[in-house]
């Protein structure tokens, strides 16, 4: 079973930088796309970044794009979220997700992926 286990949330003001780390465990980590999304208050799970097998592709969702940057280190089993310039909506409850199927390429959608973790709270003040 894979569990997921994310890090690194807390408060900041506006203007001013978070990174999020996902340890994942109970699987081999560098074959499976990876995730970020997040959850606001009374809104939708959504999504953030995503970031294939190896690294080698990447997208984000347009209002996060030039602010953050998500990589991954597979000989640590870690997917990370550098987050940059951060505003109040971007305060949220981010999880990290993986996809169980191995595969060449990222993944935008919620139902695609397979194992989620807890989630860590941002929260960003004005």
């Known amino acids: 079973q894979v569990q997921l286990v994310e890090s690194g949330g807390g408060l900041v003001q506006a203007g001013g930088s978070l990174r999020l780390s996902c340890a994942a465990s109970?699987?081999?980590?560098?074959?499976?796309?990876m995730g970020w999304f997040r959850q606001a208050p009374g809104k939708e799970r959504e999504f953030v970044a995503a970031?294939?097998?190896?690294?080698?592709?990447?997208y984000y969702t347009d209002s996060v794009k030039g602010r953050f940057t998500i990589s991954r280190d597979n000989a640590k089993n870690t997917v990370t979220l550098q987050m940059n310039s951060l505003k109040p909506e971007d305060t949220a409850i981010y999880y990290c997700?993986?996809?169980?199927?191995?595969?060449?390429?990222?993944?935008?959608?919620?139902?695609?992926?397979?194992?989620w973790g807890q989630g860590t709270q941002v929260t960003v003040s004005s």
């Open positions: 109970g699987r081999t980590f560098s074959s499976y796309a």
């Open positions: 970031i294939s097998w190896n690294g080698g592709s990447t």
């Open positions: 997700a993986l996809r169980g199927l191995p595969s060449g390429t990222y993944y935008l959608n919620s139902h695609e992926y397979d194992f």
